[in-house]
């Protein structure tokens, strides 16, 4: 199983960037996939996470109105939608995939919100 995440950079506040995170070995919309992110000096924390079967979101309060996930089921792909990027959107981003007792994690993209 691989997921491989990438979109990050560096963007300005007031800014936008679509993370992706391409899936093989699972199929996504069988998989409750989450979008998790890393600051420096602090813990990893849920940004957002897109469940199996309904495909129903929810989002952490630092980010609800900015961010948008959402899947292709076509491409067996997650995505993303950072808009109003802020300088505390600072991190390295990871995708995780979770079923059952499956658990995998994807190997981060970084995004800077830097002017």
């Known amino acids: 199983v691989q997921l491989q995440a990438s979109g990050g950079g560096l963007v300005q506040p007031g800014g936008s960037l679509r993370l992706s995170c391409a899936a093989s070995?699972?199929?996504?919309?069988?998989?409750?996939m989450a979008w998790y992110r890393q600051a420096p000096g602090k813990q990893r924390e849920l940004v957002a996470f897109?469940?199996?079967?309904?495909?129903?979101?929810a989002y952490a309060d630092s980010v609800k109105g900015r961010f948008t996930i959402s899947r292709d089921n076509t491409k067996n792909t997650v995505y993303l939608q950072m808009n109003s990027l802020k300088s505390d959107d600072t991190a390295v981003y990871y995708c995780?995939?979770?079923?059952?007792?499956?658990?995998?994690w994807g190997q981060g993209t970084k995004v800077t919100v830097s002017s």
């Open positions: 897109i469940v199996s079967s309904l495909g129903s979101t």
């Open positions: 995780r995939a979770t079923r059952s007792l499956a658990d995998y």
């Open positions: 070995g699972i199929i996504v919309s069988n998989n409750n």
